[in-house]
């Protein structure tokens, strides 16, 4: 079946900023929006998450695909 249009990428990749971890789509977004308060919505960032594995389960339970891949800040 080939892919709709509508269907959207539902792979999230992880990242350590400023301690904790965040899943974002696309490109990595610059640092500053990493932010817990203030962060411009366009922007598909989830997190904080104390961990990589918190953030990894947490993503699955949610039915979102995560990229498996060794991440370093």
């Known amino acids: 079946m080939p ?3 509508f269907e959207t990428n539902k792979t ?3 990242v350590e900023q ?3 971890w965040w899943a974002y789509q696309g490109d990595m977004p610059p ?3 990493f932010r817990t308060h203030g962060r411009p919505y366009h ?3 989830l997190g904080p ?3 990589r594995k918190a953030a990894e389960d947490l993503l699955r339970l949610d ?3 995560v990229e498996n891949q060794s991440s370093s800040a």
């Open 43 to 45: 922007l598909p960032i």
């Open 12 to 14: 999230w990749q992880l």
């Open 63 to 65: 039915g979102r695909r």
């Open 3 to 5: 892919s709709s249009k």
């Open 49 to 51: 998450y104390p961990s």
């Open 31 to 33: 640092p500053e929006a």
């Open 18 to 20: 400023h301690g904790l």
